[in-house]
């Protein structure tokens, strides 16, 4: 669907060794600008993985695609 409605460009795929869709995005040293720190979106997506079932669908240089299997039912329960 994404790529039916051109979400994504022209996407690349990039493979990376871990059991868990956040160490790929710590391997890619991913944050949506230079300004922010990798770490702390790394650690929220863990979180999330953990709770939700959140796992990375795709990624462009200022957004981050997830897939969640459960998710939060309200904002305070998001955090």
Do not use: C, I
């Amino acid at each position: 669907m994404m790529l039916d409605e051109g979400r994504l460009g022209r996407p690349r795929l990039a493979l990376f060794e871990g059991a868990s869709s956040y160490e790929a995005l710590a391997a890619a040293r991913w944050a949506p600008s230079e300004e922010d720190n990798f770490l702390a979106h790394v650690q929220v997506l863990r979180t999330w993985e953990e709770r939700f079932g959140a796992r990375v669908v795709a990624l462009k240089r200022d957004t981050l695609y997830l897939s969640v299997a459960a998710p939060p039912v309200t904002d305070s329960h998001s955090v």
